[in-house]
């Protein structure tokens, strides 16, 4: 387990690195994987590892997209996190490997970092953003006890409409039925 920002049952975050430039890079070379997010994928391992190695928002703001490792096996299934945006919103973010879908990884991964964010940042409030075709994302979301506030535009999502969900730090606290993964 290398230095692991937050443990679950199944899983540990830790830090990306540049190291992890041939997974993301394959994360990131899958259409499937990148339909609804506006990213583009990179062009090469060299891509993906220069993007890792400059990938400054843990030194920063004390958050970022954390590698997502399965405990059994030490394999990376993807990534999950929190970003700080410029005017002071706070996001949850994930992205996993195709393979890795419906076996209730993103709900852990995303449930361990709302509460990495109230907990240890002190948040107020967390945000998910996703396109409202993405029926999974928002059931992720939904589990995690997350509301849809609004509608949006999302520059990242070629200006596109985009849900707006969001869970305050009291209302994480007070909903002892969150969904947790397995």
């Known amino acids: 387990m290398q230095n692991p920002v937050i443990v679950t049952k199944r899983l540990y975050l830790r830090e990306t690195t540049a190291a992890d430039a041939a997974v993301m890079f394959a994360l990131n070379s899958d259409?499937?994987?990148?339909r609804y997010t506006g990213d583009k994928p990179f062009l090469s391992v060299e891509e993906a590892?220069?993007?890792?190695?400059?990938?400054?928002?843990?030194?920063?703001?004390?958050?970022?997209?954390?590698?997502?490792?399965?405990k059994t096996d030490d394999a990376v299934l993807g990534w999950c996190g929190l970003k700080l945006h410029t005017n002071g919103m706070v996001d949850l973010g994930f992205r996993l490997f195709k393979k890795e879908w419906n076996k209730g990884y993103a709900t852990e991964a995303a449930y361990a970092?709302?509460?990495?964010?109230?907990?240890?940042?002190?948040?107020?409030?967390?945000?998910?953003?996703?396109?409202?075709?993405?029926?999974?994302?928002?059931?992720?979301?939904?589990?995690?006890?997350?509301?849809f506030s609004h509608m949006d535009r999302d520059e990242d999502c070629h200006d596109e409409r985009i849900s707006i969900y969001t869970i305050?730090?009291?209302?994480?606290?007070?909903?002892?039925s969150l969904s947790t993964g397995r």
């Open 31 to 34: 259409k499937e994987v990148l």
């Open 49 to 70: 590892a220069t993007f890792l190695a400059n990938y400054s928002a843990f030194k920063h703001t004390g958050m970022g997209r954390w590698a997502v490792v399965r």
């Open 113 to 147: 970092c709302l509460k990495y964010g109230f907990d240890h940042l002190n948040l107020k409030e967390i945000v998910g953003r996703v396109v409202p075709a993405n029926l999974a994302s928002i059931k992720v979301l939904e589990k995690l006890g997350m509301h």
């Open 168 to 176: 305050t730090h009291e209302d994480f606290r007070r909903n002892k």
